[in-house]
């Protein structure tokens, strides 16, 4: 089975108004209010086919958004990946070596070995530490209801519990588990600390409407530290007004030559791929037709990973 080719209703635009940052890094752009106040970063393309960050950060910088306290940052992360981008092979500009979400910690920073991605992070590294707390704007290559990923602390949650969308929230107790992400560098991963970090994903893509979310949500994020006025207008949706779901991240499984193998007792999860039923918590072994499969609980809440699946369970 192959996965079939998605509709596209958002392609990249020209970024290079926007390299020379004002932090000396590229495609890094901060502002100052001259108040007192938290410092946000606002960080799009961490995945360089994930296009409803890149629309929410052009927005601030388009539309000329200013803090009124505190300061801040918006920045494009893989803008090489995001570069290589080809609407016959959509999902290859992910990446160009290394996950850049998963090479945040001292080992890979610090390390040998050399990449594209291992060199933007390491030019980024000061500006991820400067923040006190951190949007990541992602989204999937399926298309699913939109979700919050955050480290199991506290003050993720409260944020979270706050915005008035996404409704379903993946938290992570033991952190992610396969490598560590933005949200998990230095500072942020303390269980002592007190900056929010999280990951917001939008929905598919290339959909306009997962943009779309991607700028109400990160406007509702600033609006949340005092950085803009608002909330935000409301989603005409249902989703807007719905109780908050939260899991918890059990397991992720990542993909080697198409071969999903689970650790029995996990019950209560089905997988698809490409809205086929392919395997649930019976088998020992699914082989799964391609390297995006969805999770569904119990609850029928999707999960979704590129890299893998995600079993998770849900929190009260």
Request: proline share 8%.
């Amino acid at each position: 089975m192959s996965t079939p080719a998605p509709s596209f209703e958002v392609l990249p635009r020209d970024l290079s108004a926007y390299r020379a940052g004002n932090v000396g890094v590229d495609y890094v752009h901060r502002f100052e209010s001259g108040r007192p106040g938290p410092h946000v970063l606002i960080n799009a393309l961490t995945h360089g086919n994930e296009f409803c960050g890149m629309v929410a950060a052009c927005h601030l910088l388009d539309t000329g958004v200013r803090p009124k306290l505190g300061t801040l940052t918006v920045s494009f992360a893989n803008v090489a990946a995001y570069a290589t981008f080809d609407p016959a092979r959509p999902f290859d500009s992910r990446q160009i070596t290394h996950n850049f979400n998963r090479i945040w910690s001292s080992q890979w920073l610090d390390g040998p070995e050399d990449s594209v991605e291992l060199r933007r992070a390491r030019a980024m590294r000061p500006v991820v530490a400067a923040a006190d707390h951190i949007l990541d704007i992602h989204s999937t290559s399926q298309d699913v209801r939109p979700f919050w990923v955050y480290p199991g602390y506290e003050r993720n949650a409260v944020v979270a519990r706050a915005m008035r969308r996404p409704s379903t929230h993946l938290v992570m107790p033991q952190g992610l588990g396969s490598g560590t992400p933005v949200t998990q560098h230095g500072h942020l991963a303390s269980a002592a600390g007190h900056s929010a970090a999280m990951v917001v994903e939008c929905g598919q893509h290339f959909k306009q409407a997962s943009a779309d979310l991607a700028v109400l949500v990160t406007m509702d994020f600033l609006a949340y530290f005092g950085l803009v006025d608002g909330p935000a207008e409301p989603v005409a949706s249902p989703a807007a007004t719905e109780p908050h779901r939260r899991f918890e991240l059990l397991r992720t499984h990542v993909v080697k030559h198409q071969d999903f193998r689970f650790v029995r007792p996990l019950v209560g999860f089905e997988v698809f791929a490409n809205g086929q039923l392919i395997g649930s918590d019976g088998d020992e072994r699914i082989v799964a037709p391609c390297d995006d499969c969805t999770v569904f609980m119990p609850t029928r809440e999707p999960i979704v990973g590129r890299e893998g699946v995600y079993l998770t369970r849900p929190l009260a």
